[in-house]
């Protein structure tokens, strides 16, 4: 009997850790790989980061979301598919786009500091498809991002699948938020669908 209790002594902690680490992946957080370029360069293709699930989604959040009937457009979308990419305009926010590139939320401008001029212009109102319904980039139009919904954008705005294509995400569809980068573990696939 002793020798039983002495082989529980350390399968019992083993168990427990296990179980725990379970219940915070699940709960909590996950860490994930980024696939693809769309948020360069502030997120690199392979680049580990952290998804904390209940984080509270603000303006410039970068989220982690469920692709699967959202973007209906792209035919390798799978029901495991996921994007990362950044909350531009949140649920009821007036979004305004200028041809320079500005960006205008409930009419203030914002700093897109997080990106290049470049991007912020040329990358962001330059469309590669045609816009999705609801959606006005590059016009000095102002659009309102349904209740519910939000309006996201990758970084690397010339070389991104986006709202611009394929509209508002819904918030059932937001997995996390991403807080911390890089983080060195392989786990999930982040898919930033690239859509040249």
Known sequence: MSKFKAVMGWIWPIILGLVLALV??????SLVRVDGTSMYPNLQNNEQ???????????????VFNAYG?????????????YVKRVIGMPGDQ????????????GKLQSQ????????????????LDEAKGVDVGTN????VPQG???VLGD???????????????????????KVWPWNAQKAVINSFNPN
């Open 113 to 128: 500091s997080y990106i290049s001029k470049v991007q912020q212009t040329t990358g962001t109102t330059t469309l590669q």
């Open 149 to 151: 919904k939000y309006f």
């Open 70 to 82: 959202v973007d209906v457009k792209n035919t390798t979308v799978t029901p495991k598919t996921k």
């Open 156 to 178: 690397n705005r010339a070389n991104s699948n986006d709202s611009r294509y394929y509209g508002f995400v819904p918030r059932k569809k937001i997995l996390g938020v991403v």
């Open 49 to 63: 980061v952290m998804m904390v699930k209940q984080a509270k989604i603000r303006p410039g959040s970068v989220v």
């Open 24 to 29: 915070i992946r699940t709960f909590f957080f």
């Open 95 to 106: 979004v305004k786009y200028t041809k320079a590139g500005e960006l205008y939320v409930n």
């Open 141 to 144: 139009h102002t659009f309102k």
